[in-house]
């Protein structure tokens, strides 16, 4: 049966308005779900410190709960892919999305960073994503959360430097983080024992 062209594009047009419709509703419910699992993230401070590595051009690919690349969180943006530049300073990771929000990682709340095939519905293979491994601080009312973040670079090259910044961020962080100890020249020092007479 051969119906008039006006009538196949009326259809067709009802079709894409409804397949539309699930889709944001999905989405819709995917971030209000995840928002009372994570806690907004931080915004980024005035000063970030010297770079480390980067602007890397990249596409952000998601956020998902960590250890669970197919729970992908709706929430605060955090899932919405989109363009981004993304650069690695003494504060932390700095990821400038486009048309999203930018998702800045304090170098405190790095848990980690490497190479996976894919997440969340994105596979490349060959360890083409680089994952950083993050906790999102409490907010008083949402417990904090590790998620992992999924990112493409836009030149393979730029994938051993993005991870080996990153993961140098675990290292400073604790030293920085560190009490004072005896050495310390804020600490005074102990007084030498004296010798028997």
Same mark, same amino acid.
């Given at each position: 049966m051969n119906l008039p062209l006006p009538v196949a594009v009326g259809i067709w047009a009802v079709v894409g308005v409804v397949l539309l419709l699930l889709v944001l509703t999905g989405r819709r419910r995917l971030a209000q779900r995840t928002r009372r699992l994570v806690p907004a993230p931080p915004a980024p401070p005035a000063e970030l410190g010297a770079l480390r590595a980067g602007p890397v051009e990249a596409t952000y690919v998601s956020s998902t709960l960590a250890g669970d690349w197919l729970a992908r969180v709706g929430a605060h943006g955090l899932g919405d892919r989109s363009r981004a530049e993304v650069a690695v300073h003494d504060a932390g990771v700095l990821m400038t999305r486009a048309g999203a929000?930018?998702?800045?990682?304090? *170098?405190?709340?790095?848990?980690?960073?490497?190479?996976?095939?894919?997440?969340?519905?994105?596979?490349?293979?060959?360890?083409?994503?680089?994952?950083?491994?993050?906790?999102?601080?409490?907010?008083?009312?949402?417990?904090?959360?590790?998620?992992?973040?999924?990112?493409?670079?836009? !030149? *393979?090259?730029? =994938?051993?430097?993005?991870?080996?910044?990153? =993961? !140098?961020?675990?290292?400073? *962080?604790?030293?920085?983080?560190?009490? !004072?100890?005896e050495n310390d020249p804020e600490t005074p020092a102990a007084s030498p024992a004296t010798e028997d007479q």
């Open positions: 929000p930018t998702v800045f990682v304090p *170098a405190g709340a790095v848990r980690g960073a490497g190479l996976a095939p894919g997440m969340a519905g994105k596979y490349v293979g060959a360890d083409g994503l680089v994952v950083v491994t993050w906790e999102v601080p409490s907010d008083g009312d949402v417990p904090a959360v590790e998620l992992d973040t999924g990112l493409r670079t836009r !030149h *393979a090259t730029d =994938r051993a430097t993005l991870v080996d910044a990153v =993961r !140098h961020l675990t290292v400073a *962080a604790p030293a920085a983080d560190a009490p !004072h100890t």
